[in-house]
């Protein structure tokens, strides 16, 4: 960014962007964990019909482009895993009602948010932050209780609508999942933190290998650093990551 | 800060100094994740030679010997790392930087207290930081994992209009093997420490040429009550009223020294 005498409202203008900012994330992390899906797509991230062209969200394995196949997956087809695990626990247990009430019974997801480094655009318009997430991940089975930790790299995109932040690009890099009480050197070397391909049913956008924490530290995505506008930074969608502006990818 | 007779302005300066010392402390954070020590050093602390990195096994005591320890060494070892990696796996030859080849040092932020002196030249922030270190290619052939509790003591200083560090102290509680029962009290939870048996093929933390050595700071023990350090930051008007995260602790402690 570059350096000039900035007035006292501006200033904590910016201070309080990194709060908001904090908030939204904040926000989206417990969305998560409560199965509010729907409702994080339409009050935290964007909602003007350009930005929502070109929201995302990516993953180890690519990205999903566009609020259309975002809320397909992340809506629709969560409630359809959730569907087919409460169908699972139902047979194996008939005193559980299956009801849409019942949707997520005996999971719990928690993303935690940490390490928050976020940096407001000279112009102030967009912002990008990145975070590490400790996270632990629980699901029911008929069978048995699968308890996971989950750590993560956040990095986002923001960008204001009519002065409010709003998720325009999200990428979430899992360095690696570890069962509770597991242990990692057990782990085959050849195992991803995350399987290659996306979960079944999943539609993406751009398949790849996005993210991996096989030569440990990945420079993707990149920290953030000062900027003016987003279009002299490094965008966290998919027009950002190094293979696709070699014009090929793994 | 509890300074109820600033000014709105001067409100404004400490909050604007609050946010960007957290950002400096995770900016600090992703770097040592990536290994990326020297830029670290030359982009956000001091340019001053009194400055000081602390951690269990002792202290580096000036940028000279803190560019050795953080930033030289470290890349030696880096190459040495590399060299007995890239036999067994070839395909590490294509990763541009090479530092974090060693581990991911993966230290999370959580439960900042940052007090802004009360003259807006220095601040000082205490963290917990509930980590892990993880590698996945490595001499080894087996992934590693281990997780690592510590506590984060940092001064800044307002240096040419750019906060920057001065004093980083790092106390390190508990670390131990991922993911094992009751790992804070595996016998290998000392993990800083010098005195266990080494593995020779991984650079150890207890071998950096520190100027001061330690311990400067103890891990869980059932035999110790839970250590006060680094110091919970107090309000303060100016650096020469407060104490630093350069003071000596625990050996130094004892010995009165």
């Not at chain 1, 102030?124 to 989950?150: C, E, H, I, R």
């Not at chain 1, 932040?165 to 069962?179: E, M, Q």
């Not at chain 1, 050197?185 to 991803?192: E, F, G, L, Y």
Request: proline share 6%; aromatic share 12%.
């Amino acid at each position: 960014m570059t350096k000039q005498v900035m007035t006292d409202d501006v200033r904590i203008g910016r201070v309080w962007d990194i709060l908001e900012i904090k908030n939204l994330m904040g926000r989206h992390a417990y969305y998560h964990a409560y199965d509010m899906h729907a409702e994080e797509l339409d009050e935290l991230w964007v909602q003007k019909p350009e930005n929502q062209k070109s929201a995302s969200f990516g993953q180890n394995w690519g990205y999903q482009v566009g609020m259309g196949i975002i809320r397909k997956n992340y809506v629709d087809l969560n409630i359809k895993w959730h569907q087919e695990d409460l169908d699972k626990l139902c047979d194996a247990d008939p005193s559980l009602e299956n009801c849409p009430e019942n949707l997520g019974i005996g999971s719990m997801l928690m993303h935690i948010l940490s390490t928050p480094y976020i940096e407001i655009a000279g112009d102030g318009q967009t912002a990008q932050g990145m975070w590490y997430s400790p996270g632990q991940v629980t699901f029911a089975y008929p069978d048995k209780v699968n308890a996971l930790w989950m750590y993560e790299k956040y990095a986002v995109d923001f960008i204001k609508e009519d002065g409010e932040w709003k998720i325009w690009h999200l990428f979430v890099g899992t360095d690696f999942i570890l069962g509770v009480g597991e242990d990692m050197t057990k782990q085959p070397v050849s195992d991803t933190p995350v399987p290659d391909q996306e979960p079944e049913g999943m539609d993406i956008t751009i398949p790849m290998q996005a993210y991996t924490s096989r030569y440990n530290w990945s420079p993707y995505p990149a920290i953030p650093r000062p900027y003016e506008t987003f279009g002299e930074t490094i965008s966290n969608g998919p027009e950002g990551h190094q293979e696709l502006q070699k014009g090929g990818k793994d | 800060m509890a300074n109820s007779k600033l000014t709105l302005s001067e409100r404004i300066n400490r909050a604007v100094a609050a946010t960007t010392c957290e950002k400096i402390m995770s900016l600090h954070c992703l770097y040592h994740a990536g290994g990326i020590h020297r830029e670290e050093i030359e982009e956000f602390w001091t340019k001053r030679e009194d400055c000081t990195w602390s951690h269990n096994f002792g202290q580096m005591d000036n940028k000279t010997n803190y560019i050795e320890c953080y930033a030289d060494e470290q890349e030696a070892n880096a190459v040495q790392i590399y060299e007995q990696v890239v036999p067994i796996y070839p395909e590490v030859s294509k990763v541009k930087d090479r530092r974090a080849l060693i581990e991911v040092a993966m230290h999370l932020l959580a439960s900042p207290v940052i007090e802004v002196a009360e003259d807006g030249q220095s601040a000082k922030g205490l963290w917990y930081t509930p980590g892990c270190i993880f590698s996945t290619l490595n001499p080894q052939k087996a992934k590693e994992g281990m997780w690592m509790w510590e506590r984060y003591g940092a001064d800044f200083i307002l240096e040419n209009n750019k906060w920057v560090y001065l004093n980083l102290k790092v106390c390190c509680d508990m670390a131990g093997m991922m993911d094992a029962d009751n790992w804070p009290f595996m016998e290998d939870s000392g993990e800083p420490q010098s005195d266990k048996e080494e593995d020779s093929s991984k650079p150890d933390s207890s071998d950096v040429s520190v100027g001061i050595p330690g311990p400067l700071h103890y891990v869980l023990s059932n035999t110790q009550v839970p250590q006060e350090r680094p110091y919970i930051p107090q309000p303060y008007r100016t650096f020469k009223e407060t104490y630093s995260y350069a003071t000596l602790t625990g050996i130094y402690e004892e010995e009165g020294k």
